[in-house]
Antibody, heavy 120, light 109 residues
Framework: QGQLVESGGGVVQPGRSLRLSCGAS????????MHWVRQAPGKGLEWVAV????????YYGDSVRGRFSISRDNPKNTLYLQMSSLRVEDTAVYYC?????????????WGQGTTVTVSS | SYELTQPPSVSVSPGQAARITCSGE??????AYWYQQKSGQAPLLVIY???KRPSGIPERFSGSSSGTMATLIIRGAQVEDEADYYC????????????FGGGTKLTVL
């Protein structure tokens, strides 16, 4: 079925950068599109970004476009989220999730999330 | 920006049918997906492409879509179905952006 494990979360000051990682196992990582989804404390889910199985196409939510960058290393079975110019409102649990090749089939495997806190 | 609208809460008694709606302008052309999230857990896909059920999801979960509204139906809701439910879809602008609805808290008691 597959497993995803996020890492890299922590406490960071506004304006700084942070990189999240998502390690995949138990499935052929290079065959699947991948998403980042976040959830602020006590709030609903917010879609952040998607990357196609081959890394050739990437799309972002309005609130992170231009500040966040999604990427993947298929030989290393790892997904990344580079977050720059962080804001207090970026504070959330960040989940990675697996989808179909083009990220349009539904997210069927999720990690347990990593917490990012942006605070001075 | 595109929005999906859900009722904040739905309450049913055990054994009753629970219906959770999701309204969005692009739903006549775009699939809806439904995720269940129990407290402290990661989301779980329960319906994809409007009405398909992933393996392992109980048959009491079903979905439908008509016009600008998608609906998640839980027939014979059980106490363990108490959770937040989110619809998910994309708009028709071609920008490949996805959006979640605001979520619906289902109470079964």
């Amino acid at each position: 079925q597959g497993q995803l494990v996020e890492s890299g979360g922590g406490v960071v000051q506004p304006g700084r950068s942070l990189r999240l990682s998502c390690g995949a196992s138990g499935f052929t990582f290079s065959s699947y599109g991948m998403h980042w989804v976040r959830q602020a404390p006590g709030k609903g889910l917010e879609w952040v970004a998607v990357i196609w199985y081959d890394g050739k196409n990437k799309y972002y939510g309005d609130s992170v476009r231009g500040r966040f960058s999604i990427s993947r290393d298929n030989p290393k079975n790892t997904l990344y989220l580079q977050m720059s110019s962080l804001r207090v409102e970026d504070t959330a649990v960040y989940y990675c999730a697996r989808d179909g090749q083009l990220g349009m089939s539904g997210m069927d495997v999720w990690g347990q999330g990593t917490t990012v806190t942006v605070s001075s | 920006s595109y929005e999906l609208t859900q009722p904040p809460s739905v309450s049913v008694s055990p054994g009753q049918a629970a219906r959770i709606t999701c309204s969005g302008e692009a739903l006549p052309k775009k699939y809806a997906y439904w995720y269940q999230q129990k407290s402290g857990q990661a989301p779980l896909l329960v319906i994809y492409e409007d009405s398909k059920r992933p393996s392992g999801i109980p048959e009491r979960f079903s979905g439908s879509s008509s016009g600008t509204m998608a609906t998640l139906i839980i027939r014979g809701a059980q106490v363990e179905d108490e959770a937040d439910y989110y619809c998910y879809s994309t708009d028709s602008s071609g920008n490949h952006g996805w959006v979640f609805g605001g979520g619906t808290k289902l109470t079964v008691l």
